[in-house]
């Protein structure tokens, strides 16, 4: 599976992005998906996940009522729409995926990089006070 970030880019304090993440070389249908973030001089950190079917979702705190997960299987894409955004924000944004069973709990347990098998290249995200 390869997974290509896209939708990074600058913006200002309290703006909009949206990160697409598209898949290729194996439908990802029934995989997992999520996002992943690496500020400069900080280790990478979860972001939200998103179950193969889209009805599971879960979301780190700094990104919950901001940030939205989705996706679309006919696609084999997924989406971070970032509102709001905060310079803190600012990161290299990673999309992943795995195949192993993505229930709620699953998606809860795997907040670390080494949980998801494949990983994006990474996309840009800059936001100016």
């Known amino acids: 599976v390869q997974l290509q970030a896209s939708g990074g880019g600058l913006v200002q304090a309290g703006g909009s992005l949206r990160l697409s993440c598209a898949a290729s070389?194996?439908?990802?249908?029934?995989?997992?998906m999520g996002w992943f973030r690496q500020a400069p001089g900080k280790e990478r950190e979860f972001v939200a996940a998103?179950?193969?079917?889209?009805?599971?979702?879960y979301y780190a705190g700094s990104a919950k009522g901001r940030f939205t997960i989705s996706r679309d299987n006919a696609k084999n894409t997924a989406y971070l729409q970032m509102n709001s955004l905060e310079p803190e924000d600012t990161a290299v944004y990673y999309c992943?995926?795995?195949?192993?069973?993505?229930?709620?709990?699953?998606?809860?347990?795997?907040?670390?990089?080494?949980?998801?098998?494949?990983w994006g290249q990474g996309t840009q995200v800059t936001v100016s006070s």
């Open positions: 998103i179950s193969w079917g889209g009805g599971n979702l």
């Open positions: 992943v995926a795995d195949s192993r069973p993505s229930t709620l709990l699953s998606l809860r347990a795997r907040t670390t990089p080494r949980s998801y098998e494949y």
């Open positions: 070389g194996r439908t990802v249908t029934r995989y997992g």
